[in-house]
């Protein structure tokens, strides 16, 4: 980007780079003392963390007045010994302060034809920068700024599949998924349902007894689901045995009345481990009504 007094002129590219290059390296080998006065910075702040996707990052600063600003340097060290990256493309900063420059193109040198090298930076790495302003075309040292330092992150490691399913909390009802179905529960979330029954008590009264696999079972947040055309309802089940549930359902009226009495009913178990709830394969139950007995038949004396 165009920058007024910073531009570069192609013809005069690499030998106004080597001496600019040469005044930087005198400039950074003199006393502490002699470079306090500079830019000022004002971003981003030192020690400040960008993500490992930023590799590009952007540094604000208020160049020195009167003077013009050269170079932005990226080093390995504080003491700005090993430069890694330098940036002399700057564009206006408007929005941080009135005549604030931003720069965030990172070179490592120019091409033939005097155009920067451009380099994104390294995710792991801290990076040390410095404003070098008022190199002259003589190649006489200008002034430096302070000396910041901002991070770019590494990027995180990658869970692990177990970690992954270790972190799934509920389940989603009838959309297809098995993640906490059968043999994929067991290893999600430690439990899994291993049978599911349901015998007649009554007329219109039964028991749904379930077994399961593995210990971290929240009975007391587990239930029976069980659907038909007069609704949906849900069961509370208690313990029984060491690993078992069971529960009864009685049929409401609205379920009496229905004139095709099919339900299906689940089985909904809540670990511990991961907070998912364990369902079992829905079943199908069609309900009949119940055979009479006759009456014995006697006759008199």
């Known amino acids: 980007m165009d920058h007024g007094p910073n531009t570069i002129r192609p013809r005069r590219a690499l030998r106004r780079l080597l001496i600019a ?3 930087a390296a005198a400039l950074l080998a003199l006393p502490g003392s002699a470079l306090a006065a500079g830019a000022t910075l004002f971003g981003p702040a030192d020690g400040h963390h960008f ?3 930023d590799v590009a990052p952007t540094v604000r600063f208020d160049p020195v007045k009167d003077v013009v ?5 990226l080093a390995s060290d504080r003491e700005m010994t090993k430069t890694v990256r330098y940036c002399r493309q700057f564009f206006w900063a408007a929005a941080v302060a009135p005549g604030t420059y931003g720069c965030n193109k990172w070179a490592t040198g120019a091409d033939q034809y005097g155009n920067d090298t451009l380099l994104a930076l390294e995710p792991g ?3 040390y920068w410095q404003v070098i302003s008022g190199i002259t075309k003589n190649g006489e040292t200008g002034t430096a700024s302070d000396v910041r330092a901002f991070y770019v992150d590494a990027k995180p490691a990658e ?3 177990e970690e992954i399913s270790n972190g799934i909390n509920g389940t989603v009802f009838d959309d297809g998924t098995y993640l906490n179905l059968g043999v994929a529960a067991y290893v999600n979330s430690g439990v899994r349902v291993q ?3 349901s015998s007649r008590l009554a007329p219109y009264a039964f028991r749904i007894r379930g077994a399961h696999l593995g210990t971290g079972v929240d009975y007391s947040r587990s239930y029976v689901m069980v659907k038909s055309a007069a609704g949906t309802r849900y069961l509370k089940v208690v313990k029984t045995g060491t690993a078992g549930v069971g529960t009864v359902w009685r049929l ?3 379920e009496r009345r229905l004139k095709s009495k099919r339900f299906t009913y689940q089985l909904f178990l809540k670990s511990t481990r991961n907070g998912a709830l364990v369902k079992s394969a829905p079943k199908v139950v ?3 009504a119940a055979v009479k007995k006759k009456a014995p038949s006697w006759t008199p004396d």
């Not at 600003?69 to 340097?73: E, F, G, Q, S």
């Open 21 to 23: 290059t040469a005044a």
């Open 51 to 53: 993500d490992h996707l």
């Open 69 to 73: 600003t050269n170079w932005v340097l």
């Open 125 to 127: 790495q801290v990076y």
């Open 159 to 161: 869970k692990s599949i």
């Open 195 to 197: 049978s599911l029954a």
């Open 252 to 254: 409401t009226a609205n």
């Open 286 to 288: 069609i309900i009949k």
